[in-house]
């Protein structure tokens, strides 16, 4: 029997005995709430509040802004870390840059300069090579059987310098970059072997630089600085240049430090036994730079970078918006064949472990946040969206100010180092030019990403022009010594 009394039936009571002054009964509607306690349901009770009651569109629309909004976040945060990380310490500054006073001499090079119809940058930057101040080096110009023009401007070059230009001849096909480097791989003679594009406005003290860089850190590869120059050239070409400028004066070393590294397509110098121990460069990947930079450092190669403004090798940006394009397309592409080969996972630690896969698979993140971008748009312009979504939606808002503020301190250093005028109508091209910027990164990764599952792998070249010779007829003024830390952009840093 029952002992709830308020299931005692009042008949039970003895005869005169009052009935309970409270009885408590039970609602005959269950889902009545009680008065300031809110509803006594167990599903309730168990996860402490209700779902929204969201139809799946909408469920789906916040989610995907929830999405990006950690993405960008997450990016941008990253991004402005590795950025920095040359300005966060005197150290680091003092490591970034070449010897004050190089060492003597102490190893031969050989320079590969692969073509492919550039018949019109060459020439020069042979000239350039050809009056390096360092007494034992060798040029071997690579250009396609195919290619008449730009072998003709080499071996002009060569007749011109005969002592230290030699005319190499690619028959493959297909042709790309690595193939042509393998092919001269075979017959260098240097103990280094570096890498120069057809383009490359070299200085002649770099590998006196680059040959004290050996000696003084016992490095297996040397990474130097490229420089992209034309930055008033397109509305794109301006953070074209500021990427390429916080990419080989910051983040490489960053990298380079954590022993992971990328390596960049040009003005990189690998010891010889190192390059026939990994068999050159791989020939089917679009990324060959960034394939090698992985497989030496799961090897264990030991990367040095350095980056002094005055011997930087200088370039130009694209010179139409869908040759930039395709540029960074094949770079993204490039970027997922190396992280689908797995070499990566040879790294010996987890923290580099992870920044690698964070790296590798960068463009599938821009290329999902490429196609969430126009659903979260829509959903904004369509939807009423819930107060609490709208903020957390303007979360990725802090970090970009903070680095368009860096790339403001940036651009005006840039300019100031190399003796260009930054005008008020580039520092607000750079402040309208950011999403439309973000937009095509995200449009590229798309791009890399359909290519990939279509199994399209043609090399897409990029033209050049030499717009970085026409535009930039002084010398950058003298790099400011670690000492010195750069103030303008050291303030932006963490410690000192």
């Known amino acids: 029997m029952s002992t709830d009394p308020t ?3 009042t008949s039970h009571l003895a005869a005169g005995e009052p009935a309970p002054l409270l009885t408590p009964q039970a609602p005959a509607d269950p889902s009545q709430f009680v008065p300031n306690r809110g509803s006594t349901g167990a599903a309730e009770s168990m996860i402490g509040f209700q779902l929204p009651d969201w139809s799946p569109l909408e469920w789906i629309g916040y989610s995907s802004l929830i999405v990006v909004t950690i993405l960008l976040t997450a990016v941008a945060v990253s991004t402005l870390w590795w950025m920095l990380h040359a300005w966060r310490s005197k150290d680091n500054l003092d490591d970034s840059q070449f010897s004050e006073n190089p060492l003597d001499a102490a190893h031969s090079f050989t320079l590969l300069v692969p073509g492919r119809h550039e018949e019109e940058v060459m020439g020069q930057t042979l000239d350039r090579l050809a009056q390096q101040d360092h007494p034992d080096f060798e040029i071997i110009a690579i250009v396609g059987h195919d290619d008449p023009g730009t072998e003709r401007v080499a071996r002009e070059a060569a007749a011109r310098h005969p002592e230290l230009i030699r005319v190499v001849v690619d028959s493959s096909v297909p042709k790309n970059k690595p193939k ?11 103990e280094i072997v570096g890498v120069f594009d057809a383009e490359d406005e070299v200085h002649p003290r770099l590998l006196t630089l680059v040959d004290s860089r050996f000696t003084e850190t016992d490095a297996d590869v040397v990474q130097g600085g490229v420089q992209l120059m034309n930055f008033q050239s397109s509305w794109w070409s301006l953070r074209n240049v500021l990427e390429y400028y916080f990419w080989f004066r910051s983040r490489l070393h960053f990298h380079a430090k954590e022993k992971f590294i990328p390596l960049g397509g040009n003005t990189v110098f690998v010891r010889k036994d190192w390059l026939d121990w990994s068999e050159g460069w791989d020939a089917e990947c679009l990324a060959e730079d960034c394939e090698l930079g992985v497989r030496l450092s799961s090897a264990g190669a030991k990367v040095v970078v350095a980056y002094s403004p005055e011997v930087v090798t200088r370039e130009e940006t694209p010179g139409t918006f869908v040759s930039l394009l395709k540029q960074r397309t094949r770079w993204n592409q490039g970027f997922m064949q190396v992280y689908g080969k797995g070499e990566w996972k040879k790294l010996p630690r987890l923290r580099q472990r992870l920044m690698a896969r964070y790296l590798l698979t960068m463009p599938f993140i ?9 659903v979260s748009i829509i959903l904004i312009l369509t939807t009423k969206v819930p107060t609490a979504i709208a903020l957390v939606s303007f979360v990725p808002l802090a970090p970009t100010l903070v680095l368009l503020a860096v790339e403001f301190t940036g651009l005006r250093e840039f300019g100031r180092v190399y003796g260009q005028k930054v005008r008020a109508r580039d520092y607000f091209r750079l402040v309208w030019g950011l999403l439309p910027y973000q937009i095509f990164l995200a449009l590229a990764a798309v791009r890399a990403v359909f290519r990939q599952l279509k ?7 990029t033209e050049h022009t030499g717009a970085h010779r026409d535009e930039v007829a002084t010398e950058p003024q003298e790099a400011p010594r670690a000492s010195q830390q750069e103030p303008a952009l050291a303030m932006t840093g963490g410690d000192r």
């Open 366 to 374: 821009q290329a999902a946040t490429g196609l969430l971008i126009p």
């Open 7 to 9: 299931q005692i039936p």
């Open 180 to 190: 042509a480097l393998n092919l001269a791989l075979q017959s260098s003679r240097g």
């Open 455 to 461: 199994g399209l792998n043609a090399w897409e070249k």
